[in-house]
């Protein structure tokens, strides 16, 4: 994921969640309307692009506030879609990587 990616999450992270969320982004480039898991729903993907998702608080174990953004491919549209479950059961795969994020809001232009 590219430093923008970055940009565009902290963009879109609650202040309050930014030192303490967790991101991951899915590293497969999906195709417009393919179909992506959300919590326990599956939506559509709205264009090309990228799945991110940001745990807003990691320490509850079990359905809390989390958000997912689409990304088109070029990182010009972003699609938020708020949320209480990951895109997943039990951990992560392998797909799903840790994206670094910055504890302090100032670094974002």
Known sequence: MSPEVEKII????PPE???TCVARGDT????????VRV???????PFRGHLIFIDLTPEEKWE????YLFINHNGHD??????????????????????PL????GIVD
């Open 10 to 13: 902290l963009k879109h992270v």
């Open 17 to 19: 969640h930014i030192s």
């Open 28 to 35: 497969r480039l999906h195709a417009a309307r393919t179909p």
């Open 39 to 45: 919590g326990s729903e599956t939506l559509s993907m």
């Open 64 to 67: 809390h506030p989390c958000l």
């Open 78 to 99: 972003v699609r938020p879609v708020r949320a209480e479950l990951p895109p997943y059961d039990g951990e992560p795969p392998e797909e799903y990587v840790i994206i």
């Open 102 to 105: 910055p504890s302090r809001p």
